[in-house]
């Protein structure tokens, strides 16, 4: 009987979080997208950098290292641009 009776409350308390935590997130999320620019912003001066450290004198891990940084530029752009579209459908 105990096991019920515990279950339901973690099922009441689960709910009444959950009720009031709803309008927080959609709140949030306007800056959520601020949080995905700022990584964008710090991706792209990581790669800006690399590009500068490695103009003198490439090597196979500066060219690895450059590549692996476009790629996560290429992510964080792709999710500030999902953030971006899911902001405007609202």
Same mark, same amino acid.
């Not at 090597?59 to 405007?88: I, N, P």
């Given at each position: 009987?105990?096991?019920?009776?515990?279950?339901?409350?973690?099922?009441?308390?689960?709910?009444?979080?959950?009720?009031?935590?709803?309008?927080?997130?959609?709140? $949030?999320?306007?800056?959520?997208?601020?949080?995905?620019?700022?990584?964008?912003?710090?991706?792209?001066?990581?790669?800006?950098?690399?590009?500068?450290?490695?103009?003198? *004198?490439?090597? *196979?891990?500066?060219?690895?290292?450059?590549?692996?940084?476009?790629?996560?530029?290429?992510?964080?752009?792709?999710?500030? $641009?999902?953030?971006?579209?899911?902001?405007?459908?609202?």
């Amino acid at each position: 009987m105990s096991k019920i009776r515990l279950t339901a409350a973690a099922l009441t308390s689960v709910l009444a979080l959950g009720t009031t935590a709803a309008p927080a997130v959609a709140d $949030d999320a306007a800056g959520s997208c601020d949080q995905q620019q700022a990584q964008v912003d710090r991706a792209q001066a990581k790669y800006d950098a690399l590009q500068q450290k490695f103009a003198e *004198h490439p090597t *196979h891990k500066g060219q690895k290292a450059k590549k692996a940084q476009a790629q996560r530029v290429a992510r964080a752009q792709a999710r500030l $641009d999902k953030c971006e579209a899911g902001s405007t459908e609202s």
